[in-house]
Nanobody
Framework: QVQLVESGGGLVQAGGSLRLSCAGS????????MGWFRQAPGKERDFVAAISWSGDSTYYEDSVKGRFTISRDHAKNTVYLQMNSLKPEDTAVYYC???????????????WGQGTQVTVSS
């Protein structure tokens, strides 16, 4: 199993940017597909983005396409979520997750981080 720790969340004004990081430990981290999900207050956790183990394939939720970019650095065992043009509706706790397949489905990801809060003020 892999352990995941997110960082980089915070408070930002609308239109601003943040970069979230997800550091992984454990064997075979580079073999995992990785995903980012988010949960806003009072709502279910939703898919944001995913990347294949190789980094060759990426997937995004429609509302973040063109604004968010998922990437990974195998040498650092880290996955990133670059978030630009942030909107108040992006406010949520953001979670990274590891799985065997890069999909939009939570149940395909078996390891989760503790989450990091992102707050976008208007």
């Amino acid at each position: 199993q892999v352990q995941l720790v997110e960082s980089g969340g915070g408070l930002v004004q609308a239109g601003g940017s943040l970069r979230l990081s997800c550091a992984g430990s454990g064997r075979s981290f580079s073999s995992y597909a990785m995903g980012w999900f988010r949960q806003a207050p009072g709502k279910e956790r939703d898919f944001v983005a995913a990347i294949s183990w190789s980094g060759d394939s990426t997937y995004y939720e429609d509302s973040v396409k063109g604004r968010f970019t998922i990437s990974r650095d195998h040498a650092k065992n880290t996955v990133y979520l670059q978030m630009n043009s942030l909107k108040p509706e992006d406010t949520a706790v953001y979670y990274c997750a590891a799985g065997w397949v890069a999909t939009r489905e939570e149940f395909d990801f078996g390891s989760w981080g503790q989450g990091t809060q992102v707050t976008v003020s208007s």
